[in-house]
């Protein structure tokens, strides 16, 4: 992954951009913020559709509704009750410094489905959360900033990599236009993956 976002810093390099290493404020604690959200709503609303349908639900998504419904109600109200502040937080660091943000949209290349470990595998223990998959989309969801997810190429394997650009609060017009123009300098959104090939 870090030899493809080298690659698309270079292209917007060539457009004119000015690329600039920026850390992200507080990654773990915004992913764990946005965790108790979105799980606690996806419970929410779907409730109804789990009771009726509970023996035909994938295991794994029974477990995390579960787990959804063992959150208590104030982690979920204060998880939102600071989100402003972790918004406010994150763009006065990251945007003093960019216009634009560009992230993996995953830290790693997406597993096959035979690879990915069902409920009760011991797989995913002890595993680095650098490489959570929804580590970077994830944030960034909870923080309701603008994001435009773009292919960036292939694992050594010929897995589609994928990035994506962050703008600032209401940033979509510049978000948007740089997403075109890297499309137009690069041709990895019109390439069919050769796992799909045959």
């Known amino acids: 992954m870090a030899r493809a976002l080298a690659a698309a810093a270079a292209v917007f390099g060539d457009l004119g ?23 606690s709503e996806a419970a929410a609303h779907r409730t ?3 009771r009726e349908c509970w023996d035909d639900i994938h295991p794994e998504v029974r477990d995390r509704f579960l787990l959804a419904h063992a959150l208590p109600h104030e982690a979920y109200r204060r998880a939102l ?46 595993m680095d959360p650098s490489n959570d998959s929804g580590r970077y989309t994830r944030c960034i969801n909870y923080l309701g900033l603008p994001a435009l997810a773009l292919p960036a190429g292939y694992d050594g394997g010929g897995t589609p990599l994928g990035m994506q650009l962050v703008g600032k609060p209401f940033g979509e017009a510049l978000l948007l236009n740089f997403g075109h123009r890297y499309q137009r300098a690069t041709d990895w959104h019109r390439r069919r993956p050769p796992l799909l090939h045959g």
Do not use: H
């Not at 507080?26 to 108790?36: G, R, S, V």
């Open 17 to 39: 951009a000015t690329v600039v290493d920026v850390a992200l404020p507080e990654l773990d604690t915004t992913n764990a913020l946005a965790t108790i959200v979105f799980v």
């Open 48 to 50: 109804a559709v789990m």
């Open 81 to 126: 009750a600071v989100r402003a502040a972790v918004l406010r937080k994150f763009c006065a660091f990251v945007f003093a410094a960019a216009d634009l943000v560009m992230l993996p949209s995953s830290p790693v290349a997406a597993p096959t489905y035979a690879a990915i470990p069902r409920s009760g595998s011991t797989a995913w223990q002890g």
